[in-house]
């Protein structure tokens, strides 16, 4: 896939991310973006290194953005317990 493909993953991969772990993030939408861009990059390098498989086949396969939006929501709590703290300063 080329890099456009993976910035609209990582775009609605984002997107999907906060959707299923709604709250107030410190950062807002362009925070929301690039976490999700890294997660599909993070989603689909732990695929392969833990489950051996490619989960990086396709635009439109479901391993895609299954692996996409877990390493999206990986990110997004990192990010959450990061930046916890300086919310309430």
């Given at each position: 896939m080329g890099i456009i493909a993976w910035i609209i993953i990582g775009l609605l991969a984002g997107a999907i991310a906060k959707l299923l772990m709604p709250g107030k993030d410190p950062g807002g939408i362009i925070i929301t973006m690039l976490i999700g861009i890294a997660g599909g990059l993070l989603g689909g390098w732990l695929g392969k290194v833990?489950?051996?498989?490619?989960?990086?086949?396709?635009?439109?396969?479901?391993?895609t953005w299954i692996a996409a939006v877990v390493?999206?929501?990986i990110l997004l709590v990192l990010y959450r317990v990061i930046t916890g703290n300086r919310r309430h300063a």
């Open positions: 833990i489950f051996g498989v490619d989960s990086i086949d396709g635009f439109f396969d479901l391993s390493g999206a929501l």
